[in-house]
């Protein structure tokens, strides 16, 4: 890290113990990310009850070049946060997934998800119960009136664009489903 790590207590004594924890923890931070330039930890005990434990708040804050990777943990209903080593173990958990999310981006190895492929309907024979279409890559891909969706067959046009599912026939490649794109 660039800037030490910052470490809070607020309404609260400090804890060497819990501050050890939470230095561990942003240490392994940098196993998925060594461009971690500044991280700031605040723990908050909000409301001293007497007859229960407290309820622990935690933020992290965490500056990476191009991002800031804020998580904060607040009290549940239901109980789990009396123990602020859970409280700490969520919160970084947290944390690590949103960075190993951000550093995925950074690398491009985000997956796009690309729809369906689009193509233009080239020969129609609605009297026989099927068509062609022309894939964006050039090929014809056979279709049968079964495989249109939301419409039928005779009511499609040569020339309309169509989203299609594509599958290996007997004869070749054909569209398992086809729907009209409006």
Not at 5 to 10: A, I, P
Not at 16 to 26: C, D, K, V
Request: contains cysteine; charged residues 30%.
């Amino acid at each position: 890290m660039e800037v030490p790590l910052e470490v809070r207590f607020r309404n609260m004594a400090p804890s060497p113990a819990l501050e050890a924890a939470i230095r561990e923890r942003a240490q392994k931070l940098e196993e998925f990310c060594d461009r971690i330039t500044g991280c700031r930890v605040v723990v908050e005990a909000p409301h001293r009850r007497h007859h229960q434990g407290n309820l622990y708040h935690l933020r992290i804050d965490l500056t990476v070049p191009g991002r800031e990777i804020v998580v904060r943990r607040d009290p549940p209903e239901d109980r789990t946060h009396e123990d602020v080593y859970v409280v700490v173990r969520d919160a970084f958990d947290a944390v690590r997934r949103q960075l190993e999310d951000h550093v995925r981006r950074q690398r491009g190895d985000v997956k796009s998800h690309t729809g369906p492929p689009h193509g233009r309907i080239v020969r129609l024979l609605p009297e026989k119960g099927y068509g062609f279409i022309r894939a964006a890559d050039g090929r014809e891909i056979y279709f049968h009136a079964h495989a249109v969706v939301g419409e039928t067959i005779d009511r499609l046009a040569v020339g309309a664009e169509v989203a299609f599912v594509e599958e290996l026939g007997e004869k070749g490649p054909q569209a398992s489903t086809v729907r009209l794109v409006r």
